[in-house]
């Protein structure tokens, strides 16, 4: 039962346009939502979140955005450069996990080409 | 600051032989986890910690046992290597209030 799925394991796009990398969930329990990045050989690392309360998040070029009703998150990257290459997961925690425990999307591997 | 470190970096065990791998943080976190990553299967929980002396299972916890006797420590243990339990593992920690969790650069563990 994959409780957070990405559908698109690869993007490419060209550098300085608009990525946008989609994330679905199927638990309604669900209230907290974060984006990793995760280069080759390197842990995954923090990108930024966002909580059930809000439907939009804002960091520099990373904007975040949730809609609830279609439990469905997505993350734009405005403009891409080519160091933004790299696998992005999404990850989602409820309230009601046991240990605030995330739960990952596959990953999107992302392609910006110069 | 290191952040969290994870010991080794990469190991080659035959099928049935033993190994623990070593997670170490500096932040004081009061929660340590430790994920496999497979392809095409994201990162999938083991085991979790939410304080020293206590650890819970994860998602896919067969195969493995940990330990959480020092705050700062958290213990993977693979007690009789198989084929299947060749992966990438991560380990993580997070501070009790924030809901974000600071990985490892991982250890590379192949099975032959």
Redesign the interface.
Known sequence: DQQVKQNSPSLSVQEGRISILNCDYTNSMFDYFLWYKKYPAEGPTFLISISSIKDKNEDGRFTVFLNKSAKHLSLHIVPSQPGDSAVYFCAASGRETSGSRLTFGEGTQLTVNP | NAG?TQTPKFRVLKTGQSMTLLCAQDMNHE?M?W?RQDP??????IH???GEGTT?K?EVPDGYNVSRLKKQNFLLGLESAAPSQTSVY?C?S?SRPY????????TRLTVL
Do not use: D, I, T
């Open positions: 969290v929660y986890y994920y095409g299967m994201g990162l999938r929980l979790y910690s939410v819970a994860g991560f993580a997070r809901n974000e969790q600071f990985f490892g650069p991982g």
